[in-house]
T-cell receptor, first 116, second 112 residues
Framework: GAVVSQHPSWVICKSGTSVKIECRSL??????MFWYRQFPKQSLMLMAT?????????EQGVEKDKFLINHASLTLSTLTVTSAHPEDSSFYIC????????????FGPGTRLLVL | KQEVTQIPAALSVPEGENLVLNCSFT??????LQWFRQDPGKGLTSLLL?????REQTSGRLNASLDKSSGRSTLYIAASQPGDSATYLC???????????FGTGTRLQVTL
């Protein structure tokens, strides 16, 4: 149980285009989803927290107009990197927690983004 | 602001050795602490979760301890195997919206 999937697993795009990454909880209702970014050989940095049906809360230094997060249902959250640039190339990982077990986050497998 | 540090940054040991990974955090007001494993290019696998009221947790060859007052946790791996090679991350949950603050990670290599 408690499986989180991400799609796509990797994506290559041209500079200036927008990329959408999906995060799904497959067997539980995710009341809260988290988006992290990980640069090579560095740790995970929290980008934003989203609760179903409400606007995401972004961490300091993360541009909300560049990284659009939508959490429209209890099983799906999306992260859209708008007008992507090479410096946005990174590994993006989502996690999800349920109402009954908010202290436990279940992580997706990650999406590797390469912007050319 | 919570800061989490892991020492050493990298470690190479021969197969069969017991080893200890260290994690320290600056704010002792935590809800829980979790150890994860990350294989190259992959997501995270949760290994052990220790609640703030607990002192240790065990799973197979892994044992994690928590000393909240001193801001430290250790992950003990017994009889290491090449399959244990990965990056190990600790993360603390401060309870504020269940946010996790991750450590810098320890890259472990177990050689034959």
């Amino acid at each position: 149980g408690a499986v989180v999937s991400q799609h796509p697993s990797w994506v290559i795009c041209k500079s200036g285009t927008s990329v959408k990454i999906e995060c799904r909880s497959l067997d539980f209702q995710a009341t809260t989803m988290f988006w992290y970014r990980q640069f090579p050989k560095q740790s995970l940095m929290l980008m934003a927290t989203s609760n179903e049906g409400s606007k995401a809360t972004y961490e300091q230094g993360v541009e909300k107009d560049k990284f659009l997060i939508n959490h429209a249902s209890l099983t799906l959250s999306t992260l859209t990197v708008t007008s992507a640039h090479p410096e946005d190339s990174s590994f993006y990982i989502c996690s999800a927690s349920s109402r009954g077990r908010q202290e436990t986050q279940y992580f997706g497998p990650g999406t590797r983004l390469l912007v050319l | 602001k919570q800061e989490v540090t892991q020492i050493p940054a990298a470690l190479s040991v021969p197969e069969g050795e017991n080893l200890v990974l260290n994690c320290s955090f600056t704010d002792s007001a935590i809800y829980n602490l979790q150890w994860f494993r990350q294989d190259p290019g992959k997501g995270l696998t949760s290994l052990l979760l220790i609640q703030s009221s607990q002192r240790e947790q065990t799973s197979g060859r892994l044992n994690a301890s928590l000393d909240k007052s001193s801001g430290r946790s250790t992950l003990y791996i017994a009889a290491s195997q090449p399959g244990d090679s990965a990056t190990y991350l600790c993360a603390v949950n401060t309870g504020t919206a269940s946010k996790l603050t991750f450590g810098t990670g320890t890259r472990l290599q177990v050689t034959l």
